[in-house]
């Protein structure tokens, strides 16, 4: 006690001296809070905008909240944008130069989001000696039997392969050494899934469908931990919450006129985007349960049925790469109905992996969804030699010719 005491007394001038200092810095805040508050009363869209603007790049940047609004706020990120720059040239207009500096800075950072829009290939690492892991992501759509002559199993193969919204098929099968699958009675003649193929060794395996009460139960995940070479490595087929928007109907309401109908589908839809939203952020935690400081270099892949500017890509794009967002190239636009303008299915790595190249294979097009095919090379192997990481998989090849 007498110790806390003369500590006290060797503080006190100290803390005394302090006093006017925080006095002038409480009074120097209050004032430019002030200043800012009449200025706003001045502009108060302009101000909005920039405000909106900087909290809505923050959540999709950082999205920190997994509430369903989140979700709307940001898909509403271009809009943003658009309403931030034009705040800012008008209050540059009014000569408020300050803020709209501001605005300007928040602007431009805004594109470290918006590039995930676009694939830049841009590696300078020479890998061309190094052995490379093909990956194929595709939301197969069941390999409808309309599919006629369009199908064909071998360009389907790569090292690694996960189907999402799949039914057995002997073709696809027949080319692979290893497979999990996770598959659902969708009717009494079909079942369908997700399957994830191998040609190197699945040495364990974890999977999971989700119940769904209002549609059918088609989505789930399936996690691999694969033996690559000397290594171990996960994979992870996902294929996250469906909402079955139809903006075609909505699109053909609007030019027929029908003002009813067309309420009707805006209403269906803003429902089964919050369903979605509520559903996918709970999904994807439980696959993140399998991903986060996992030991083994990972790859997650699969139809996130969300663009790169939605929930589940900002929360992966924390501790993972996203493959065409690092080493794709243009828009690499995945789904083939309307809207076509969208890239929802995706390939993630962790910092374990080295993105070769990433590419849309927008010339299969007998699903609605294109095939997303990614190759990889492990970090580590720059310097082992290619023999070491060929050996296994080359007893999985001789098993499938067997």
């Known amino acids: 006690m007498i110790v806390y005491k003369r500590i006290l007394d060797l503080l006190s001038p100290a803390l005394r001296s302090l006093g006017p200092a925080i006095a002038d810095m409480s009074q120097l805040i209050a004032r430019r809070y002030q200043q800012l508050f009449r200025r706003y009363q001045q502009f108060p869209i302009a101000y909005t905008a920039l405000g909106y603007l900087f909290f809505t790049m923050a959540l999709c940047y950082y999205p920190i909240v997994g509430h369903w609004l989140t979700g709307f706020v940001m898909m509403t990120l271009p809009l943003a944008i658009l309403g931030g720059f034009v705040a800012c040239v008008y209050l540059m207009l009014k000569k408020q130069q300050m803020i709209a500096t501001a605005g300007l800075i928040w602007v431009l950072f805004s594109f470290l989001v918006v590039k995930r829009l676009v694939g830049i290939q841009a590696n300078d690492t020479d890998v061309s000696e190094a052995e490379t892991l093909n990956v194929l992501s595709f939301n197969s759509e069941t390999f409808s039997v309309g599919a006629g002559s369009k199908f064909n199993a071998s360009a389907l193969k790569a090292d690694i392969a996960c189907f999402q919204e799949y039914s057995p098929n002997p073709q696809i099968e027949g080319q692979y050494a290893a497979h999990v699958k996770k598959l659902t009675c969708f009717d009494k003649d079909r079942e369908i899934g997700l399957a994830l193929f191998s040609n190197y060794p699945i040495v364990n395996q974890y999977g999971r469908i989700w119940n769904r009460s209002n549609g059918p139960d088609i989505n789930g995940f399936v996690c691999a931990d694969i033996a690559y070479g000397a290594d171990t490595i996960r994979v992870v087929n996902v294929h996250l919450w469906s909402m079955g928007v139809r903006t075609s109907q909505m699109v053909d309401a609007l030019k027929a006129g029908e003002v009813g109908r067309f309420s009707a589908e805006l209403v269906d839809t803003f429902r089964r985007l919050k ?4 559903n996918r952020n709970a999904q994807l935690l439980e696959v993140e349960s399998f991903t986060a400081g996992s030991r083994y270099p990972v790859i997650i892949c699969g139809d996130f049925n969300e663009t790169p500017i939605g929930y589940s890509y900002g929360k992966l794009s924390q501790n993972f790469s996203n493959a065409f ?3 794709g190239k243009g828009l690499g636009f995945t789904l083939n109905r309307h809207p076509y303008c969208v890239r929802i299915d995706q390939q ?15 010339g299969i097009s007998f699903s609605d969804h294109f095939p997303v ?4 090379v492990l970090k580590k192997s720059l310097n082992v030699p290619a023999s070491i990481l060929t050996q296994q998989k080359l007893v999985s090849q001789s098993t499938i010719k067997n």
């Open 348 to 362: 993630f790595a962790s910092q374990d992996w080295h993105i070769k190249t990433c590419q849309t294979l927008s």
């Open 325 to 327: 967002e690092k080493a």
């Open 275 to 278: 369903e979605g939203f509520e």
């Open 373 to 376: 095919m990614a190759q990889y």
